[in-house]
């Protein structure tokens, strides 16, 4: 198991906000987390080319574009053989529900899913579609530990519903319901992808992870909230392309530059194999990547 963290480093423009685009490659499929950029696109393109991968999985964490733009150029090309994210509109009477506002209807529920989702919405038809509270074994060894469903209904129902604000546990709605990856290295090793979580969606699956993506490339809150439920042999990685944009790790660097073992996109592509949890055996030595 590899787990590739793509850096934006070397771009045409590092200065703008590339995103993410981490690829989880069991040996014998491909899994991509997100794809902010064209530019992560075409390195996805040359390594399945290169590891002779016709066909890959892709799992979208949310739909902003530091997430999403390079996917029509992967679906262009013909790679991808489905996307996992989040599907609301098989949802949208649970929502009803939970709105209870007799003005909202499913029709009015729909049209409003389909505007905020609205780049998800754009893929239907274009690519093969699955629900990740349905469908949550992705290959072997990558499953969808969350989010929960019942706190993503309750988030999106107050998303959709306009007396509500769209913030909750200090992040957007649509941020804080980002889908999240397990990949298992196996003699009980895992790394946990998060996307933009808010801390609450993924408080306890954190605990049962040795390697952690900080979320939201990096934002320092999050991070803090992480790192008072962690050991000090936890490894963490950050997919910091955000360039000149505010919401990056700049607050995490100013205040940690020693004292975590973090692996920051910043610096370069970054790896997970099962060789990096070795430098957890040494207990009380503290590290950062380079």
Same mark, same amino acid.
């Given at each position: =198991?590899?787990?590739?963290?793509?850096?934006?480093?070397?771009?045409?423009?590092?200065?703008?906000?590339?995103? *993410? #685009?981490?690829?989880?490659?069991?040996?014998?499929?491909?899994?991509?987390?997100? #794809?902010? #950029?064209?530019?992560?696109? =075409?390195?996805?393109?040359?390594? =399945?080319? &290169?590891?002779?991968?016709?066909?890959?999985?892709?799992?979208?964490?949310?739909?902003?574009?530091?997430?999403?733009? !390079?996917?029509?150029?992967?679906?262009?090309?013909?790679?991808?053989?489905?996307?996992?994210?989040?599907?609301?509109?098989?949802?949208?009477?649970?929502?009803?529900?939970?709105?209870? $506002?007799?003005?909202?209807?499913?029709?009015?529920?729909?049209? /409003?899913?389909?505007?905020?989702?609205?780049?998800?919405?754009?893929?239907?038809?274009?690519?093969?579609?699955? $629900?990740?509270?349905?469908?949550?074994?992705?290959?072997?060894?990558?499953?969808?530990?969350?989010?929960?469903?019942?706190?993503?209904?309750?988030?999106?129902? @107050?998303?959709?519903?306009?007396?509500?604000?769209?913030?909750?546990?200090?992040?957007?709605?649509?941020?804080?319901? /980002?889908?999240?990856?397990?990949? $298992?290295?196996?003699?009980? @090793?895992?790394?946990?992808?998060?996307? *933009?979580? /808010?801390?609450? &969606?993924?408080?306890?699956?954190?605990? /049962?992870?040795?390697?952690?993506?900080?979320?939201?490339?990096?934002?320092?809150?999050?991070?803090?909230?992480?790192?008072?439920? @962690?050991?000090?042999?936890?490894?963490?990685?950050?997919?910091?392309?955000?360039?000149?944009?505010?919401?990056?790790? $700049?607050?995490?660097?100013? @205040?940690?530059?020693?004292?975590?073992?973090?692996?920051?996109?910043?610096?370069?592509?970054?790896?997970?194999?099962?060789?990096?949890?070795?430098?957890?055996?040494?207990?009380?030595?503290?590290?950062? !990547?380079?």
């Amino acid at each position: =198991m590899k787990v590739t963290f793509l850096s934006a480093n070397t771009y045409d423009d590092p200065s703008k906000n590339n995103g *993410d #685009c981490i690829l989880v490659d069991n040996g014998t499929e491909l899994v991509i987390f997100d #794809c902010g #950029c064209e530019e992560h696109a =075409m390195r996805v393109v040359e390594y =399945m080319e &290169a590891n002779s991968y016709e066909k890959a999985k892709l799992v979208l964490s949310h739909n902003d574009a530091d997430h999403f733009d !390079g996917i029509p150029y992967l679906i262009e090309q013909g790679v991808l053989s489905e996307v996992y994210t989040l599907l609301l509109l098989k949802y949208k009477d649970e929502l009803l529900d939970r709105i209870n $506002d007799k003005r909202r209807t499913r029709d009015s529920i729909a049209k /409003s899913i389909e505007e905020i989702y609205s780049n998800i919405y754009s893929l239907s038809g274009e690519v093969t579609l699955k $629900d990740i509270f349905a469908d949550t074994k992705v290959a072997t060894g990558i499953t969808i530990p969350g989010p929960d469903k019942e706190y993503s209904l309750d988030a999106v129902a @107050k998303r959709i519903d306009s007396r509500e604000s769209d913030d909750i546990d200090k992040e957007t709605i649509v941020n804080a319901v /980002s889908t999240q990856l397990s990949v $298992d290295f196996g003699s009980g @090793k895992k790394l946990l992808l998060t996307g *933009d979580s /808010s801390f609450a &969606a993924i408080e306890s699956t954190v605990k /049962s992870h040795s390697a952690i993506q900080l979320p939201h490339h990096g934002k320092l809150a999050q991070a803090e909230e992480i790192f008072s439920v @962690k050991d000090n042999a936890t490894i963490y990685y950050v997919s910091d392309n955000t360039g000149d944009s505010n919401g990056g790790s $700049d607050k995490l660097r100013e @205040k940690y530059p020693r004292g975590r073992s973090i692996y920051n996109t910043i610096n370069g592509d970054q790896t997970c194999t099962a060789e990096s949890f070795k430098v957890t055996a040494r207990v009380g030595t503290y590290f950062i !990547g380079e």
